[in-house]
Protein backbone atom coordinates (compact mmCIF):
# COMPACT_ATOMS: atom_id res chain seq x y z
CA UNK A 1 0.00 0.00 0.00
CA UNK A 2 1.38 3.23 -0.95
CA UNK A 3 1.04 6.14 1.77
CA UNK A 4 -1.09 9.20 0.09
CA UNK A 5 2.03 11.29 1.39
CA UNK A 6 4.03 8.62 -0.17
CA UNK A 7 7.79 10.14 -0.38
CA UNK A 8 8.68 7.49 -3.08
CA UNK A 9 8.86 9.57 -6.07
CA UNK A 10 10.68 7.58 -8.31
CA UNK A 11 7.53 5.39 -10.66
CA UNK A 12 9.77 2.73 -11.08
CA UNK A 13 10.13 1.78 -7.55
CA UNK A 14 6.72 1.98 -6.21
CA UNK A 15 5.56 -1.18 -6.74
CA UNK A 16 7.96 -2.36 -4.75
CA UNK A 17 6.66 -0.73 -1.87
CA UNK A 18 5.16 -3.41 0.96
CA UNK A 19 4.87 -4.19 4.55
CA UNK A 20 7.58 -4.91 7.38
CA UNK A 21 6.88 -8.31 7.39
CA UNK A 22 6.81 -9.04 3.75
CA UNK A 23 10.01 -7.28 3.34
CA UNK A 24 11.66 -8.75 6.54
CA UNK A 25 10.90 -12.35 4.86
CA UNK A 26 13.56 -11.79 2.37
CA UNK A 27 16.28 -12.08 5.09
CA UNK A 28 17.64 -15.50 5.36
CA UNK A 29 19.30 -17.20 8.25
CA UNK A 30 22.91 -16.28 8.26
CA UNK A 31 22.54 -12.99 6.31
CA UNK A 32 25.15 -10.39 7.15
CA UNK A 33 23.22 -7.43 6.84
CA UNK A 34 24.18 -3.86 6.84
CA UNK A 35 21.72 -1.71 8.54
CA UNK A 36 21.99 2.22 8.87
CA UNK A 37 22.31 4.29 11.95
CA UNK A 38 24.47 5.90 13.56
CA UNK A 39 24.18 7.09 17.42
CA UNK A 40 20.63 6.32 17.75
CA UNK A 41 20.25 8.78 14.33
CA UNK A 42 18.79 7.57 10.70
CA UNK A 43 18.41 3.09 11.81
CA UNK A 44 15.62 1.62 10.55
CA UNK A 45 12.60 1.65 12.60
CA UNK A 46 10.19 -1.31 11.11
CA UNK A 47 12.43 -3.73 9.55
CA UNK A 48 14.53 -4.72 12.56
CA UNK A 49 11.34 -5.38 14.74
CA UNK A 50 9.60 -7.31 12.25
CA UNK A 51 12.69 -9.33 11.73
CA UNK A 52 12.98 -10.38 15.31
CA UNK A 53 9.41 -11.47 15.01
CA UNK A 54 10.31 -13.89 12.23
CA UNK A 55 13.38 -14.57 13.98
CA UNK A 56 11.37 -15.70 17.17
CA UNK A 57 8.88 -17.40 15.47
CA UNK A 58 11.65 -19.79 13.77
CA UNK A 59 13.08 -20.38 17.51
CA UNK A 60 9.53 -21.26 18.81
CA UNK A 61 9.75 -24.23 15.78
CA UNK A 62 13.09 -25.14 17.16
CA UNK A 63 14.70 -23.31 14.26
CA UNK A 64 17.96 -21.80 14.32
CA UNK A 65 18.08 -17.53 12.98
CA UNK A 66 20.69 -15.37 13.48
CA UNK A 67 21.85 -12.98 11.50
CA UNK A 68 24.83 -10.56 11.59
CA UNK A 69 24.52 -7.40 11.84
CA UNK A 70 27.04 -3.93 10.86
CA UNK A 71 25.45 -0.44 11.38
CA UNK A 72 27.58 2.90 11.42
CA UNK A 73 27.75 2.84 15.26
CA UNK A 74 25.76 2.31 18.11
CA UNK A 75 21.54 2.12 17.29
CA UNK A 76 18.58 2.20 19.67
CA UNK A 77 16.28 -0.49 20.91
CA UNK A 78 14.16 -0.87 17.70
CA UNK A 79 17.16 -2.52 16.50
CA UNK A 80 19.99 -3.75 18.58
CA UNK A 81 17.83 -4.52 21.49
CA UNK A 82 14.99 -5.82 19.60
CA UNK A 83 17.01 -8.65 18.19
CA UNK A 84 19.44 -9.17 20.80
CA UNK A 85 16.40 -9.77 22.90
CA UNK A 86 15.04 -12.75 20.85
CA UNK A 87 18.63 -13.76 20.15
CA UNK A 88 19.20 -13.18 16.50
CA UNK A 89 22.48 -11.50 16.65
CA UNK A 90 25.07 -14.02 15.56
CA UNK A 91 27.53 -11.31 15.46
CA UNK A 92 27.66 -7.53 15.94
CA UNK A 93 30.34 -4.81 14.39
CA UNK A 94 31.50 -2.01 14.88
CA UNK A 95 30.00 -0.72 17.89
CA UNK A 96 27.42 -0.90 20.28
CA UNK A 97 25.41 0.58 23.69
CA UNK A 98 22.56 -1.48 24.55
CA UNK A 99 22.24 -3.29 27.44
CA UNK A 100 20.98 -6.61 25.84
CA UNK A 101 23.60 -6.61 23.48
CA UNK A 102 26.10 -6.50 26.00
CA UNK A 103 24.98 -9.21 28.35
CA UNK A 104 25.05 -11.12 25.42
CA UNK A 105 28.25 -10.52 24.30
CA UNK A 106 30.06 -10.95 28.10
CA UNK A 107 28.20 -13.98 28.36
CA UNK A 108 29.37 -15.58 25.47
CA UNK A 109 25.83 -15.83 23.68
CA UNK A 110 26.79 -13.17 21.33
CA UNK A 111 30.04 -12.67 19.00
CA UNK A 112 31.42 -9.24 18.65
CA UNK A 113 34.30 -7.12 16.79
CA UNK A 114 35.03 -3.86 17.94
CA UNK A 115 36.56 -1.39 15.19
CA UNK A 116 38.14 1.65 14.52
CA UNK A 117 34.27 3.42 12.87
CA UNK A 118 37.04 5.02 10.23
CA UNK A 119 38.00 1.30 8.96
CA UNK A 120 34.74 -0.12 8.97
CA UNK A 121 33.84 0.95 5.30
CA UNK A 122 37.22 -0.04 4.04
CA UNK A 123 37.58 -3.41 5.77
CA UNK A 124 34.46 -4.46 4.05
CA UNK A 125 35.44 -3.11 0.46
CA UNK A 126 38.96 -5.12 1.11
CA UNK A 127 36.77 -8.52 1.71
CA UNK A 128 38.38 -8.65 5.55
CA UNK A 129 34.52 -9.32 6.95
CA UNK A 130 32.91 -11.28 4.59
CA UNK A 131 30.04 -11.14 1.64
CA UNK A 132 27.36 -8.20 2.60
CA UNK A 133 24.26 -10.02 1.55
CA UNK A 134 21.57 -7.52 2.59
CA UNK A 135 21.41 -3.63 3.19
CA UNK A 136 18.52 -1.98 5.17
CA UNK A 137 18.91 1.51 5.17
CA UNK A 138 17.33 4.14 5.93
CA UNK A 139 16.25 7.39 3.92
CA UNK A 140 14.55 10.75 4.03
CA UNK A 141 12.72 10.17 0.44
CA UNK A 142 13.32 8.55 -3.03
CA UNK A 143 13.80 11.58 -5.83
CA UNK A 144 12.20 10.95 -9.50
CA UNK A 145 15.52 9.91 -10.68
CA UNK A 146 16.02 6.79 -7.84
CA UNK A 147 18.44 8.77 -6.25
CA UNK A 148 18.14 8.60 -2.26
CA UNK A 149 17.60 11.36 0.30
CA UNK A 150 20.04 10.35 3.50
CA UNK A 151 18.16 10.93 6.43
CA UNK A 152 19.69 12.17 10.08
CA UNK A 153 22.64 10.03 9.72
CA UNK A 154 24.90 8.45 6.81
CA UNK A 155 27.64 6.31 8.61
CA UNK A 156 28.16 3.49 6.49
CA UNK A 157 24.99 3.39 4.17
CA UNK A 158 27.01 4.45 0.83
CA UNK A 159 29.02 1.23 1.34
CA UNK A 160 26.20 -0.68 2.28
CA UNK A 161 24.18 0.34 -0.61
CA UNK A 162 27.21 -0.40 -3.32
CA UNK A 163 28.63 -3.67 -1.70
CA UNK A 164 25.31 -5.00 -0.49
CA UNK A 165 23.92 -7.74 -2.95
CA UNK A 166 20.12 -6.57 -1.98
CA UNK A 167 18.66 -3.70 -0.79
CA UNK A 168 15.73 -2.82 1.89
CA UNK A 169 14.91 1.14 2.26
CA UNK A 170 12.90 2.47 5.01
CA UNK A 171 11.75 5.87 3.41
CA UNK A 172 10.63 7.81 6.72
CA UNK A 173 8.59 10.57 6.96
CA UNK A 174 9.00 11.74 10.30
CA UNK A 175 12.67 12.87 8.85
CA UNK A 176 12.31 16.61 7.73
CA UNK A 177 12.92 17.02 4.33
CA UNK A 178 14.45 19.78 4.73
CA UNK A 179 17.13 18.01 5.52
CA UNK A 180 17.92 17.36 1.37
CA UNK A 181 20.89 19.48 0.37
CA UNK A 182 22.95 19.07 4.03
CA UNK A 183 24.37 15.77 3.24
CA UNK A 184 28.03 15.43 1.06
CA UNK A 185 28.42 11.95 -0.24
CA UNK A 186 31.71 11.62 -1.51
CA UNK A 187 32.23 8.95 -4.50
CA UNK A 188 36.42 9.34 -4.58
CA UNK A 189 37.42 6.65 -2.70
CA UNK A 190 39.15 3.99 -4.14
CA UNK A 191 40.91 0.53 -2.96
CA UNK A 192 45.28 0.42 -2.72
CA UNK A 193 46.93 1.13 -5.24
CA UNK A 194 44.79 3.56 -6.54
CA UNK A 195 43.70 5.83 -3.86
CA UNK A 196 43.85 9.53 -4.38
CA UNK A 197 43.96 12.78 -1.72
CA UNK A 198 40.60 13.02 -0.08
CA UNK A 199 40.24 16.84 -0.89
CA UNK A 200 39.18 18.65 2.02
CA UNK A 201 41.46 21.48 3.42
CA UNK A 202 38.94 23.28 5.47
CA UNK A 203 36.50 21.55 7.57
CA UNK A 204 33.43 22.87 5.46
CA UNK A 205 34.68 21.90 2.28
CA UNK A 206 31.93 19.57 -0.36
CA UNK A 207 33.92 17.57 -2.05
CA UNK A 208 30.83 15.07 -2.85
CA UNK A 209 26.89 14.90 -3.76
CA UNK A 210 23.94 15.73 -2.16
CA UNK A 211 22.32 12.30 -2.27
CA UNK A 212 23.12 8.06 -2.14
CA UNK A 213 23.18 5.99 -5.37
CA UNK A 214 21.19 3.04 -5.53
CA UNK A 215 21.20 0.31 -8.23
CA UNK A 216 17.50 0.09 -8.48
CA UNK A 217 17.64 -3.99 -9.66
CA UNK A 218 19.08 -4.65 -5.95
CA UNK A 219 16.26 -3.00 -4.56
CA UNK A 220 13.81 -5.77 -3.53
CA UNK A 221 11.85 -3.98 -1.09
CA UNK A 222 10.14 -0.64 0.26
CA UNK A 223 8.74 0.32 3.61
CA UNK A 224 7.44 3.69 4.33
CA UNK A 225 7.28 4.70 8.01
CA UNK A 226 6.29 7.97 10.13
CA UNK A 227 8.60 7.43 13.27
CA UNK A 228 11.45 9.20 15.58
CA UNK A 229 14.84 8.77 15.88
CA UNK A 230 16.12 8.17 19.08
CA UNK A 231 16.55 11.47 21.10
CA UNK A 232 17.83 11.05 24.71
CA UNK A 233 17.53 14.16 26.78
CA UNK A 234 21.04 15.07 28.11
CA UNK A 235 21.99 15.35 31.71
CA UNK A 236 22.85 19.11 32.97
CA UNK A 237 26.42 19.40 33.19
CA UNK A 238 27.55 18.29 36.80
CA UNK A 239 30.52 19.88 38.88
CA UNK A 240 32.92 17.48 38.08
CA UNK A 241 31.91 18.04 34.28
CA UNK A 242 32.27 21.52 34.62
CA UNK A 243 35.83 21.69 36.64
CA UNK A 244 37.29 19.41 33.90
CA UNK A 245 35.96 21.89 30.94
CA UNK A 246 37.38 24.35 32.77
CA UNK A 247 40.89 23.21 33.09
CA UNK A 248 40.56 22.49 29.05
CA UNK A 249 39.54 26.13 28.63
CA UNK A 250 42.18 27.10 30.16
CA UNK A 251 44.92 24.97 28.75
CA UNK A 252 43.56 26.13 25.36
CA UNK A 253 43.62 29.47 26.52
CA UNK A 254 47.26 29.18 27.28
CA UNK A 255 47.98 27.42 23.68
CA UNK A 256 46.88 30.32 22.12
CA UNK A 257 49.39 32.75 24.11
CA UNK A 258 51.99 30.49 23.48
CA UNK A 259 51.35 30.53 19.61
CA UNK A 260 50.73 26.95 19.36
CA UNK A 261 47.01 27.40 18.25
CA UNK A 262 45.58 30.25 16.63
CA UNK A 263 42.87 32.50 18.01
CA UNK A 264 40.08 30.77 16.50
CA UNK A 265 41.72 27.25 17.83
CA UNK A 266 41.31 24.53 15.09
CA UNK A 267 38.95 22.27 14.42
CA UNK A 268 36.76 21.00 17.50
CA UNK A 269 36.27 16.99 18.29
CA UNK A 270 33.92 16.43 20.73
CA UNK A 271 31.78 12.95 21.80
CA UNK A 272 28.68 13.01 23.48
CA UNK A 273 28.15 13.72 27.32
CA UNK A 274 28.33 15.68 30.42
CA UNK A 275 31.45 16.56 29.28
CA UNK A 276 31.30 17.65 25.91
CA UNK A 277 28.34 19.93 26.72
CA UNK A 278 30.10 21.42 28.98
CA UNK A 279 33.04 22.25 27.51
CA UNK A 280 30.37 23.46 24.68
CA UNK A 281 29.12 25.87 27.01
CA UNK A 282 32.51 26.94 28.34
CA UNK A 283 33.14 27.86 24.71
CA UNK A 284 29.87 29.51 24.28
CA UNK A 285 30.91 32.25 27.09
CA UNK A 286 34.62 31.99 26.51
CA UNK A 287 36.99 34.37 24.17
CA UNK A 288 37.20 32.19 21.03
CA UNK A 289 35.25 33.03 17.87
CA UNK A 290 35.23 31.36 14.47
CA UNK A 291 35.36 28.36 15.31
CA UNK A 292 34.72 25.38 13.42
CA UNK A 293 34.27 21.61 14.16
CA UNK A 294 35.59 18.18 12.32
CA UNK A 295 33.70 15.66 14.04
CA UNK A 296 31.49 12.25 14.44
CA UNK A 297 28.29 14.01 16.05
CA UNK A 298 26.95 17.01 16.39
CA UNK A 299 25.42 17.42 19.98
CA UNK A 300 23.44 20.05 21.30
CA UNK A 301 26.31 22.31 22.47
CA UNK A 302 27.32 22.99 18.82
CA UNK A 303 23.77 24.16 18.02
CA UNK A 304 24.49 26.57 20.23
CA UNK A 305 27.39 27.85 19.56
CA UNK A 306 26.35 27.76 15.71
CA UNK A 307 23.28 29.91 16.91
CA UNK A 308 25.37 32.18 18.65
CA UNK A 309 27.87 32.79 15.96
CA UNK A 310 30.68 31.31 18.24
CA UNK A 311 30.85 28.19 15.19
CA UNK A 312 30.85 29.08 11.66
CA UNK A 313 30.25 25.22 10.87
CA UNK A 314 30.53 22.39 11.62
CA UNK A 315 31.22 18.73 10.06
CA UNK A 316 29.97 15.23 11.43
CA UNK A 317 28.31 11.80 10.00
CA UNK A 318 25.11 12.07 12.24
CA UNK A 319 23.50 14.55 14.75
CA UNK A 320 23.38 13.49 18.51
CA UNK A 321 20.27 15.57 19.30
CA UNK A 322 18.52 16.12 23.18
CA UNK A 323 14.50 16.01 22.24
CA UNK A 324 14.79 20.10 23.07
CA UNK A 325 18.02 19.83 20.69
CA UNK A 326 15.94 18.34 17.56
CA UNK A 327 13.27 20.77 18.12
CA UNK A 328 15.62 23.77 18.12
CA UNK A 329 17.13 22.50 15.41
CA UNK A 330 13.65 21.71 13.50
CA UNK A 331 12.58 25.76 14.01
CA UNK A 332 15.69 27.08 12.56
CA UNK A 333 16.99 24.27 10.44
CA UNK A 334 16.75 26.35 6.81
CA UNK A 335 19.64 28.49 9.17
CA UNK A 336 21.40 25.13 10.59
CA UNK A 337 21.43 23.42 6.94
CA UNK A 338 23.62 26.48 5.46
CA UNK A 339 25.96 25.63 8.33
CA UNK A 340 26.13 21.71 8.90
CA UNK A 341 27.90 19.21 6.24
CA UNK A 342 26.90 15.79 7.47
CA UNK A 343 29.20 12.90 5.91
CA UNK A 344 30.11 9.47 5.26
CA UNK A 345 31.78 7.99 8.69
CA UNK A 346 34.41 6.91 5.94
CA UNK A 347 35.10 10.55 5.36
CA UNK A 348 33.90 12.29 9.05
CA UNK A 349 36.84 9.58 10.88
CA UNK A 350 39.51 9.81 8.03
CA UNK A 351 43.01 10.10 9.70
CA UNK A 352 44.60 11.58 6.47
CA UNK A 353 41.77 14.67 6.78
CA UNK A 354 41.69 14.46 10.80
CA UNK A 355 45.70 14.91 10.65
CA UNK A 356 45.57 17.87 8.01
CA UNK A 357 42.87 20.10 9.47
CA UNK A 358 44.94 19.87 12.95
CA UNK A 359 41.70 18.67 14.69
CA UNK A 360 41.51 19.05 18.47
CA UNK A 361 40.13 15.65 20.36
CA UNK A 362 38.12 15.52 22.91
CA UNK A 363 37.09 12.00 24.31
CA UNK A 364 36.41 9.87 27.65
CA UNK A 365 37.80 6.94 29.07
CA UNK A 366 37.22 4.50 31.89
CA UNK A 367 40.14 3.96 33.44
CA UNK A 368 43.99 5.81 32.46
CA UNK A 369 47.31 4.33 34.50
CA UNK A 370 49.76 6.41 35.87
CA UNK A 371 51.76 6.19 32.60
CA UNK A 372 48.94 7.21 29.87
CA UNK A 373 47.60 4.15 28.42
CA UNK A 374 44.24 4.76 28.34
CA UNK A 375 41.02 1.84 28.28
CA UNK A 376 37.77 2.85 26.92
CA UNK A 377 36.17 -0.22 26.44
CA UNK A 378 36.75 -2.97 28.74
CA UNK A 379 35.61 -3.38 32.62
CA UNK A 380 38.54 -5.42 34.32
CA UNK A 381 40.07 -6.25 31.54
CA UNK A 382 37.72 -9.03 30.02
CA UNK A 383 34.29 -7.21 29.69
CA UNK A 384 33.03 -4.96 26.94
CA UNK A 385 31.41 -1.72 27.94
CA UNK A 386 30.80 -0.76 24.37
CA UNK A 387 33.61 0.06 21.89
CA UNK A 388 36.28 1.92 20.92
CA UNK A 389 34.06 4.07 18.58
CA UNK A 390 35.95 6.71 16.77
CA UNK A 391 38.54 7.96 19.40
CA UNK A 392 41.28 6.15 18.17
CA UNK A 393 40.57 7.64 14.88
CA UNK A 394 40.91 11.22 16.21
CA UNK A 395 43.58 10.07 19.25
CA UNK A 396 46.68 8.99 16.86
CA UNK A 397 45.52 11.45 14.43
CA UNK A 398 44.81 14.88 15.76
CA UNK A 399 46.94 18.37 16.58
CA UNK A 400 45.84 18.30 20.59
CA UNK A 401 44.21 15.07 21.87
CA UNK A 402 42.62 14.94 24.87
CA UNK A 403 41.28 11.97 27.06
CA UNK A 404 38.66 13.03 30.27
CA UNK A 405 37.30 11.43 32.62
CA UNK A 406 36.07 11.86 36.63
CA UNK A 407 38.77 10.90 38.97
CA UNK A 408 37.12 8.79 40.40
CA UNK A 409 33.11 6.59 40.02
CA UNK A 410 30.51 5.93 42.41
CA UNK A 411 31.23 8.51 44.76
CA UNK A 412 34.70 8.16 44.79
CA UNK A 413 34.50 4.26 45.67
CA UNK A 414 36.53 3.37 42.25
CA UNK A 415 39.77 5.13 41.25
CA UNK A 416 40.02 5.80 37.40
CA UNK A 417 43.64 6.44 37.60
CA UNK A 418 45.00 3.45 38.37
CA UNK A 419 48.65 1.68 37.96
CA UNK A 420 48.09 -0.26 34.87
CA UNK A 421 45.30 -0.03 33.15
CA UNK A 422 43.16 -3.18 32.81
CA UNK A 423 42.84 -3.05 29.27
CA UNK A 424 44.41 -0.88 26.52
CA UNK A 425 42.90 1.46 23.33
CA UNK A 426 45.31 4.06 23.71
CA UNK A 427 48.98 3.69 24.10
CA UNK A 428 51.02 6.02 25.73
CA UNK A 429 52.04 7.09 22.42
CA UNK A 430 48.51 8.49 21.67
CA UNK A 431 47.58 10.12 24.49
CA UNK A 432 48.88 13.86 25.04
CA UNK A 433 46.90 15.65 27.67
CA UNK A 434 44.45 13.81 30.70
CA UNK A 435 42.61 15.87 32.40
CA UNK A 436 40.07 15.13 35.79
CA UNK A 437 37.77 17.65 37.78
CA UNK A 438 40.92 17.61 40.00
CA UNK A 439 43.20 18.99 37.21
CA UNK A 440 45.09 18.65 33.85
CA UNK A 441 47.89 16.56 32.91
CA UNK A 442 50.40 17.70 29.85
CA UNK A 443 52.07 14.47 28.75
CA UNK A 444 53.57 15.67 25.55
CA UNK A 445 57.55 15.97 25.54
CA UNK A 446 57.17 13.79 29.06
CA UNK A 447 59.21 10.63 29.59
CA UNK A 448 56.78 8.02 30.90
CA UNK A 449 58.93 8.90 34.61
CA UNK A 450 57.74 12.17 34.23
CA UNK A 451 54.17 11.15 32.69
CA UNK A 452 53.66 8.95 36.04
CA UNK A 453 54.27 12.27 38.27
CA UNK A 454 51.97 14.31 36.95
CA UNK A 455 49.12 12.58 36.09
CA UNK A 456 49.36 11.49 40.04
CA UNK A 457 49.84 15.01 41.28
CA UNK A 458 47.36 16.58 38.83
CA UNK A 459 44.29 14.03 38.34
CA UNK A 460 44.41 11.55 40.62
CA UNK A 461 41.77 11.72 42.99
CA UNK A 462 43.11 12.61 46.67
CA UNK A 463 41.53 9.19 48.17
CA UNK A 464 43.93 7.45 45.80
CA UNK A 465 46.93 9.40 45.21
CA UNK A 466 48.40 8.23 48.44
CA UNK A 467 48.35 4.53 47.37
CA UNK A 468 49.15 5.47 43.62
CA UNK A 469 52.42 7.55 44.89
CA UNK A 470 53.44 4.45 47.49
CA UNK A 471 53.67 1.82 43.91
CA UNK A 472 55.26 4.19 42.21
CA UNK A 473 57.82 4.63 44.70
CA UNK A 474 58.25 1.13 45.29
CA UNK A 475 57.90 0.25 41.48
CA UNK A 476 61.16 2.66 41.56
CA UNK A 477 62.64 0.65 44.06
CA UNK A 478 61.88 -3.09 42.77
CA UNK A 479 60.70 -2.95 39.00
CA UNK A 480 63.55 -4.88 37.23
CA UNK A 481 63.50 -1.70 34.51
CA UNK A 482 63.60 2.07 35.42
CA UNK A 483 61.92 2.97 31.65
CA UNK A 484 58.60 2.16 32.80
CA UNK A 485 58.64 0.94 36.12
CA UNK A 486 56.29 -1.60 37.24
CA UNK A 487 55.81 -4.45 39.87
CA UNK A 488 53.78 -6.61 37.79
CA UNK A 489 52.57 -9.00 40.67
CA UNK A 490 51.22 -5.93 42.35
CA UNK A 491 50.50 -3.67 39.18
CA UNK A 492 46.91 -4.49 38.89
CA UNK A 493 46.50 -4.32 42.55
CA UNK A 494 43.71 -2.07 42.31
CA UNK A 495 41.52 -4.65 40.60
CA UNK A 496 41.82 -7.70 42.70
CA UNK A 497 40.34 -5.94 45.76
CA UNK A 498 37.86 -4.31 43.43
CA UNK A 499 36.72 -7.86 41.96
CA UNK A 500 36.36 -9.23 45.24
CA UNK A 501 33.93 -6.72 46.14
CA UNK A 502 31.11 -7.32 44.31
CA UNK A 503 28.85 -4.04 45.36
CA UNK A 504 31.82 -2.02 43.80
CA UNK A 505 32.02 -3.82 41.14
CA UNK A 506 28.51 -3.73 40.25
CA UNK A 507 28.62 0.12 41.08
CA UNK A 508 31.83 0.06 38.38
CA UNK A 509 29.66 -1.05 35.50
CA UNK A 510 26.85 1.28 36.01
CA UNK A 511 28.75 4.55 36.44
CA UNK A 512 31.16 3.01 33.53
CA UNK A 513 27.48 2.61 31.01
CA UNK A 514 27.41 6.98 31.69
CA UNK A 515 31.21 7.44 30.45
CA UNK A 516 31.88 4.73 28.20
CA UNK A 517 28.86 6.21 26.07
CA UNK A 518 31.11 9.36 24.97
CA UNK A 519 32.22 7.28 22.07
CA UNK A 520 29.52 6.23 20.19
Known amino acids: MILS ?19 AAQIPSGAH ?9 GYPKLLPLALAERINAHHARGQKFKVSVWTGASTAPELDGALAKVDGIEMRLPYQSDPTCRKRINSGRMEYIDIHLSHVAQHVWFGFLGKL ?45 RLEGMHDVYYGTQLPP ?82 ANAVMAGLEDGPFDNL ?46 ERIVLRPQEISNHPEVIRRLGVIAMNGLIEADIYGNVNSTHITGTSIMNGIGGSGDFARNSFLSFFMTPSAAKGGKISCIVPMASHVDHTEHDVQVIVTEQGLADLRGLSPKARA ?43 PNWMANKAAREAWREDAVVQADVWR
Open 5 to 23: SSRVLAPHLRAKIMTAADA
Open 33 to 41: VGMSGFTGA
Open 133 to 177: DIAIVEVAGIREDGSLIPSSSIGNNKTWLDLADKVILEVNSWQDI
Open 194 to 275: HRKPIPIVASGDRIGEQYLRCDPSKIVAIVETNLPDRNSAFSAPDEASQAIAGHILEFLGHEVKKGRLPPNLLPLQSGVGNV
Open 292 to 337: TAYTEVLQDGMLHLLRKGKLTHASATALSLSPDGYDEFLRNLDFYR
Open 453 to 495: KVIIENCAHPTFKPALKEYYKRALEYSPGLHTPHILDEALTFL
